[in-house]
Every structure is written in C-alpha cells, then in structure tokens.
C-alpha cells in the first residue's frame, strides 16, 4: 500500500470513527441533541466536498438532509442525475452487557468495524462521500448528484413523505434512486433487491383491574389479563404452520413472477429462507405484565401490554390491513373486557421492475468489482423506497455492501473490512457511469 493510499484511508476512518461517535438513536428522544450533532457533521462534511446542501425540519422530528452537486446541466444521455438515499440514525445499544467493545467507539478487530450504525446505515454513508469525493478529485464525476439523509429510518419513517414533499420539483430531475441499506449475499457476490415487505405494527393494553390481586383470594374469581392476551395470540396465527387466521388476511396477495421466482431460488438460502421473503408474517414484538424480577410474586396482574406486527407482501395495503385487525381484535375479546389497540407504525410494500435498465446496468458494475450478483427480495422493510417511487415514479435500486453476520440490530455490530473498501469502488463506478 502506497503511502497516499494509506494517508487517504487513515482520512476515511478518522471521519468514520467521528461519525460513529454520535449516538444518533432516533427512538431516544433524550437523544435528540445527539441526532442536531449528527446533522451538523454531515453537513460540515457535504460543504467542505462541495455540496449543496438543505436541511428538512420539523419539531421533534429529526431532520432530513439533501445535497446536491452539479457537474453537467444538459441534461440527456451524457448527463444523468443519480439520487442515492441513507440514513445517519442508528437502533439502541441495549442490551449493552453483550457488547464486546464499547458501541459508540469505532473498533477495529479481526478486520471488521465494531460500533453501532457501522453496517447500518453510516459506513453506507462514508462509502457514499469517499467515493464522491475521490470521483471530483480526479475529475472522473459523471453524474449530477443529490443526496437524501434521513434520519428517523429506525422508526418507521414517519415524517419522510412530509419532508421529502417540500423539495418534490428540485427532486423530479432524478433519474435514478440508489437506496443503500442491505448487504451482499458473500464476499464475491453482490445483491440487488426488486421487493421489500411492508409492515403494520400494535400495541395493545388489557386492563382487568384497578390494581394487582392477590391469586389467592381472586383466582377462578377475575380475568387475568395475560392469559386474555395469550388465548388471542393464538387465534392471529397458527404456530405449526405459519399461517395467519385472521379472515380476508391473504385476499390480495400478490405471487412472484415465473422470472422472479428463478432469481430468489438462485440467490436462496434454504426453503425457510425463501418463506421470509414471499409470504407476509405475524410476530409478537413484546409483552409487559406482571412481576418478573427474582423469586414469586402471587398476583394476577391488572394490565397487560403486548406489542405485535405483520410483514405485508405486494398489494397488501397496511391501511386495510389495520382495518381487519382491529375487527378481529374486537370481535375476539370478550364483551366487557376493557383495551386499548393503537397502531405503532405502517409501511407500504415495495416491489420494482427486475428487468428496469438501470438495474440491470447496475448489476453489469457490480460484475466488474464481484465475481457474481443476486437479485432477490428481503423480508424487512424500508419506508423511503415506497415513498421514492410513489413521489417521482422513477427506478429505486436497493443494495449495500454489508455480510449476512454484521448483526444489524443487534449488540457486537460489525462492517467487514473488505467489503467497506470493495463497496467504495463499486460506488465510484456506479457514480462515474
């Protein structure tokens, strides 16, 4: 390694280690200084490449960021204008016993990054500005470029539609949406997805009583709140099969293409794999009731709180969806029991043409860095790439550049070394195109 390349990366993980270091957790709102912090630095880093840059606000909400830079204004053949999407906020560290190096502290070990929000969404994030940067140093920048930051992705996206309205015409001259927040499916095989499933998630609170009831005296006497609560769980979904029993559930599903099913069986894992990516899901989130410390407690709790969600397939819309659940929850609670159902969060599914030009152009580039490349769906969700489409009805091409064991989401958080630096150099091809 040449001594200007190791001065460049020392440059790269100076301003990584830096951006790790903003707790930027959106679901925190004790943290929201820590996300105002994040918007600066960001911004910071945009104006001193060169960008444009406007920042999206709304009270309590954190705010979007979008950067433009120029490079050609006959717009045409020779002159594209490329959007790339990510997000700077990151999920909590909790629970923090299980980290193996502190979560807020860039490390490397064993040729990965450790830190919360290196694999998602902000080593994307630098990967995109590097190799930005390292394209107009060399003047090798082909592309306009515009820039879209969010930063609540961690909970749901609520306010993005809001805020990504207010700049709708500056926006409509994209020709093209890179959404960079997925992996690879190896180190030599890169991964373009053509679906994402939508989500629709509850919270619902049984209250039996006032207060807690010694079991004693008022056991067979009372409701207890989290057995009402279990005997309904089991009602929404058949555990054996995996199938959900909620009436008029699967009326619109819509199935693969003979095309798309080719592509998920040559990128799959294993069958369970591929039931993650096409099927929609129920899952039980949370439940808070009762006592749960050390030692018993004879009570029959006077609450109970559980937090559930669906992942929804093309044509499943979560608004209608919403409808038969909370139908179906009122109608399966017995009469004079008192609740509460309230909706969390909604996502749209996303689903893209798998023979656009532009993917298939990006999947030719991803050929020159990676020996091969998959096109299939993932079984999460993320709300730009609907809201994208939906506003400017252009191509949304959704990748990244993160292994399958970077544990997004979880504690020990990891971006393989490798596969950071292989991802600057695809994007500069897909940036110099």
């Known amino acids: 390694m040449t001594n200007q390349h190791q001065n460049s990366n020392y440059k790269i993980l100076k301003l990584f280690s830096k951006f790790i270091s903003f707790q930027s957790v959106s679901t925190d709102h004790k943290r929201f200084d820590e996300i105002l912090k994040t918007v600066e630095f960001i911004k910071k880093e945009l104006i001193d490449i060169g960008f444009q840059v406007k920042i999206l606000k709304k009270a309590s909400v954190p705010p979007l960021i979008i950067a433009s830079y120029n490079f050609c204004t006959d717009r045409g053949k020779n002159c594209k204008t490329i959007g790339i999407y990510a997000h700077y906020d990151v999920q909590p560290e909790d629970p923090l016993d299980q980290w193996n190096t502190p979560p807020f502290e860039l490390t490397i070990k064993d040729n990965k990054f ?52 207010k700049v709708k015409r500056e926006l409509g001259k994209i020709d093209v949406f890179y959404l960079l927040d997925f992996g690879v499916k190896d180190k030599n095989c890169g991964k373009i997805l053509f679906g994402l499933r939508g989500l629709i998630g509850f919270e619902l609170t049984v209250q039996t009583a006032k207060t807690d009831l010694h079991s004693g005296i008022f056991g067979n006497m009372v409701n207890n709140p989290v057995q009402i609560i279990a005997e309904l769980l089991t009602k929404i979904k058949n555990n054996q099969t995996g199938k959900i029993l909620i009436p008029s559930f ?143 009805k252009k191509p949304v091409v959704m990748t990244g550049f993160v292994l399958e064991d970077a544990n997004i989401h979880s504690p020990n958080e990891n971006y393989d070394e490798e596969m950071f630096f292989k991802g600057i150099i695809a994007l500069e091809k897909i940036f110099a195109q």
């Open 250 to 392: 699967y009326k619109k599903i819509k199935k693969p293409t003979k095309n798309e099913l080719f592509y998920l069986e040559k990128a799959k894992k294993n069958n369970r794999d591929l039931l993650t990516k096409i099927f929609p899901s129920f899952d039980v989130n949370g439940i808070i009731s009762g006592y749960t410390k050390e030692g018993i407690k004879t009570i029959i709790p006077a609450s109970a709180t559980v937090k559930f969600s669906f992942r929804l397939i093309e044509e499943q819309n979560p608004n209608e969806i919403e409808k038969i659940v909370l139908t179906f929850v009122k109608k399966n609670l017995s009469t004079g029991i008192k609740y509460s159902l309230r909706t969390l969060a909604k996502l749209m599914p996303f689903h893209t043409d798998i023979d656009d030009s532009y993917i298939k152009k990006s999947a030719d580039i991803f050929k020159q860095v990676f020996d091969d490349v998959v096109f299939t769906r993932t079984g999460g969700s993320v709300g730009a790439a609907s809201t994208l489409r939906k506003l400017f």
């Open 114 to 165: 450790y830190g919360r929000g290196v694999a998602d969404d902000k080593g994307h994030i630098i990967q995109i500005l590097t190799s930005i940067k390292r394209l107009i140093e060399v003047n090798k920048l082909k592309n306009n470029i515009i820039l879209i930051f969010e930063g609540e992705e961690e909970t749901g996206s609520t306010h993005f539609e809001e805020l990504i309205s």
